[in-house]
């Protein structure tokens, strides 16, 4: 059986009724940026997240980069970071001028290493991005213990929580992204900041708008980082689905494990499910194992059409464009290990029970015939 890695129109069939409604009420306004179609999401995503403002933005990327730029972060400062996740996080820092210094992650649960972070902070420290990776809350609360500013990046984990609260929800700011295969998801990219902070919540709309507080007066330089109005409408029309969409990803995350349990792959040691942790709700955007011999038994599953993918198969601090911050392999041992390990496997809400198991035999095929 082919299994998809993420079936689109499967995903959105059930909900096109309400969403081509959405958007053509706001083809029928007429209002293209701004106005009440964005004014609701930023509501309702606040009150989602239980903070005092959201700040819609155009991307995740432009969430972290326009919160950096509200903060005043830029030359001379270094924000520390995982070097295992989507380029965006360390990206975002290097454009605003700020230097990012990488700190290894936890083995079991991908995060960053709160210890590791500790090692890095300087007088030159501005900010720390823990990264809620695939779905699961990464600790901010030693952070902030430390007295350091936390940017969360909550890309991959909108209704995560974990024992210190909802993600993008205890920090200083987190910031969203509604890149179509993430758990909310527009049709296109959008992003949200979300913060209790008022003044940050203002700077940031200055920010997404040129730096403007009124317009044409621009005290900052900012960007045009909006979302647009008809990405707002989506997301607003899908937002009562997502409870029930991240129940389903749950669901089809205890049915893998069931079934790697039942067929003695996860006691062998051959592959490592992802943990949740006490207190924690993983919302698994990504349903990320360990395989042993990883790229073999991927090239496996690829053969009988069972969609898969890496994040990531090369860590941020050995990257090209990073090349003059002078890491070399060996000094994030952990993420590196990762990078050679991790596969991710189908988990979409309408991913089908005959599906997982068929992902699951293959994955036993491929470790009998070893
Ligand atoms: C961890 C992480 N940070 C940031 C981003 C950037 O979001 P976007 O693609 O909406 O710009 C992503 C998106 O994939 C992500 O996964």
Known sequence: MKVRFFDMQRHLRPIRKVVDQAINEVVDSGRFIGGPAVERFEQEFADLVGTRFAVSVSSGTDALLSTMMAMGIGSGDEVITSPFTFFATAGSIVRTGAVPVFADILPDTFELDPDSVMQRVGRRTRAVIPVHLFGRMAQVEPY??????????????????????????????????????????????????????????????????????????????????????????????????????????????????????????????????????????????????????????????????????????????????????????????????????????????????EEIEAVVSAIDQFYKGL
């Open 144 to 353: 902030l213990d430390a007295g350091l500013t936390v940017i969360e990046d909550a890309a991959q984990s909108v209704l995560a929580r974990g024992p210190e609260g909802n993600a993008g929800g205890v920090g200083s700011a987190g910031c969203f992204s509604f890149f179509p295969a993430k758990n909310l998801g527009a049709f296109g990219d959008a992003g949200a900041v979300t913060t209790n902070d008022p003044e940050l919540a203002a700077t940031l709309r200055a920010v997404r708008t040129h730096g403007a507080t009124k317009k044409y007066y621009h005290p900052m330089v900012g960007g045009n980082f909006r979302m647009d109005a008809l990405q707002a409408a989506v997301l607003s029309a899908e937002m009562p689905f997502l409870q029930g969409w991240t129940d389903a990803r749950r669901n089809n995350a205890a049915t893998y494990a069931r079934l790697f349990n039942e067929a003695g792959l996860s006691n062998q040691g051959l592959v490592t499910l992802p943990g949740e942790g006490d207190g924690y709700f993983h919302v698994y955007n990504q349903y990320v194992v360990r395989a042993q011999h990883r790229d073999a038994l991927r090239a496996f599953l690829n053969d009988q059409g069972i969609q898969n993918a890496v994040y990531y198969p090369k860590p941020l601090h050995l990257q090209e464009c990073f090349k003059d911050l002078g890491y070399k392999p060996g000094d994030l041992p952990r993420a590196e290990q990762a990078c050679n390990e991790v596969l991710a496997l189908p988990v979409y809400p309408e991913l089908k029970r």
